[in-house]
């Protein structure tokens, strides 16, 4: 029997669709091929962070420090590649902290029990601190390194931080839907209490997408510190209002239990077809924060809306 598409799942792609027609009305070069491959350079960190926010969504909880981890990160890499003279144990130790630190938060929430939003928190604030301890509160200048590649290169035209985006999409798109780990992550957030007595250590589960978050910021940080060519201890900041907007946006529940990668990368796109299209109409950035959430109430109550 042939599958009925769900069109009531599909309200934030035609928010996308509805807004990037407009955007194309009002600028004749918000759909030029160099404006759109430059929308989806800008939003790849975002895209990235916003993939390990829906892991830890799904699972019932919310991750405050992503903003933080995303500049500790970013100042631990390049401060090592300045230490070591050597690009890769940058890489290396910008991506263990933020995967470390974001395995604590998930350690505090799964064997503690302290609440997601009180434990990121607390993250947000330490993290946030230890960025500023380690610099001394200045940037940390990295120019002339082969590791500026990842984020001002590109391979066949395509630039890198797209390509890595899409890598971190795939592995992520195989976890939940191809392995026993994504349908204990969905488990976790529907119902933990039968997902345990299921026999689905729901602990690790939890333990494992804080760290995963955490893994996703550093990948972002890094990113960014080449993209600046510095890494800056006051980056990031914000960044946890739009990977949860972009969340929302794409249908995930924040109760747990429920949410789509793809929806997901749709928000992410929908906030930042807004950033750029503003920006070609000369919108005063005052009005852009206005503007954009104003959108993003009627996209979601237009999702609500098809959903019922």
Known sequence: MEKRINWKDYGSLFGLVGIGLAMGLLSDRFLSLGNLVNIARQVSINAIIAMGMTLVVITGGIDLSVGSLVALSGCAGILSMAATGSDGLGLAAGLAVGSG???????????????????????????RGGALVMTAGQPIVRFDSPYRWIGEGNLLGVPAPILIMALVLGLTYFLLRRTPLGSYIYATGGNEEAARLSGIKVARVKSFVYLLSGLYCGIGGMVLAARLGSAQP?????????????????????????????????????????????????????????????????????????KR
């Open 101 to 127: 630190a974001g395995l604590v938060t998930g350690l505090f929430v799964a064997y503690c029990g302290i609440p997601p939003f009180i434990a990121t928190l607390a993250m947000l604030t330490v993290a």
């Open 234 to 306: 006051n980056t990031g900041e914000g960044f946890e209002l739009d990977a949860i907007a972009a969340v929302v946006l794409g249908g995930t529940s924040l109760m747990g239990g429920k949410g789509k990668l793809w929806g997901t990368m749709v928000g992410v796109f929908i906030i930042g077809v807004l950033n750029n299209g503003f920006n070609l109409l000369n919108v005063s950035p005052f009005f852009q924060l206005i503007a954009k959430g104003c959108v993003i109430i009627l996209a979601v109550l237009l999702d609500q809306a098809l």
